[in-house]
């Protein structure tokens, strides 16, 4: 068993040594956030090969991991996470120097994207952990209504959190839209201006390398990118929701008067 006295050294050492961090310059450590269902997968293992950097998970499902952070702080990584924007959470991205792009995608289109998960796998986490277990009887008006109650805050509270921590200037993050992935025009334009806007030095060779992994999937090509890119239909969550439903959603977004939501698809 180890004791008390042994557990509290451990703490103060570790203690003593966050204290010490001391910025480490010339290092990409981008972490995705992203809306569940919007291509982060694509996106973390599309920059993983065009910066070679390893994929690392860095958060325990909540909130980023400082012993995770401490232990590839000196080195090129791509993470992910689906996590809001909490203030420790800012405090360790800045301290550790991360450099955020924030992935989100039209709230119709990723709300019925969230359905057709979870009808594949029972759960969505991290969004709840309070899903019925009955599921798969429930009707599909039932299904919405799960949606509406507990999938839609989660996206709301997630988006505000980074639109507030950017227009704050308490972070630096980009946003990018899932459906920039679908225009390989959108995205050539779109990803180098992001990357470069948090930091990310994009040499001539990163993004000739970007380029020829764009065009393999033009052309069709199989590969390990190819499988993960969503396939879903632009507009197809507009159709699936009622006219009340589509209501009810766009009134949850008028209490933030003071928020941009046009990235996800509502306009005042």
């Known amino acids: 068993m180890i004791s008390k006295s042994l557990l509290r050294f451990e703490r103060e050492a570790k203690s003593i040594y ?17 809306f569940p269902s919007s291509a982060s997968t694509y996106l973390k293992t599309l920059l993983s090969k065009v910066f070679d950097a390893p994929v690392v998970n860095i958060h325990t499902g ?17 993470s992910n996470s689906h996590l809001p924007c909490r203030s420790p959470d800012v405090e360790k991205l800045n301290k550790f120097q991360l450099k955020p792009i924030i992935l989100v995608r039209n709230i119709f289109d990723v709300l019925i994207s969230a359905k ?13 952990d309070r899903i019925p277990r009955c599921w798969q009887e429930l009707s599909e008006e039932r299904k919405k209504e799960v949606i509406l109650k507990f999938y839609l805050p989660f996206y709301v509270n997630f988006y505000v959190s980074w639109y507030y921590a950017k227009v704050e200037n308490r972070i630096h993050c980009e946003f ?8 390989d025009k959108k995205i050539f334009e779109k990803l180098p201006h992001v990357l470069n806007s948090i930091g990310v030095p994009t040499s001539k060779e990163s993004l000739a390398k970007h380029k020829a992994i764009m065009q393999q999937e033009r052309n069709g090509k199989k590969s390990e990118i190819s499988k993960l890119i969503n396939k879903g239909v632009k507009g197809r969550g507009s ?18 008067n003071d928020v941009d939501f046009e990235k996800i698809g509502i306009k005042k």
């Open 18 to 34: 966050r204290n010490m961090i001391k910025p480490f310059p010339g290092k990409n450590r981008i972490a995705i956030s992203s």
């Open 62 to 78: 909540y909130e980023y991991n400082e012993d995770a952070l401490l232990r590839y702080y000196c080195s090129n990584f791509i």
């Open 116 to 128: 057709d998960h979870t009808d594949r796998y029972d759960n969505f986490n991290p969004i709840i």
């Open 176 to 183: 990018l839209a899932h459906e920039d992935f679908t225009d």
């Open 239 to 256: 159709d699936y929701f009622s006219d009340d439903e589509k209501q009810y959603i766009f009134n949850y977004f008028t209490m933030y």
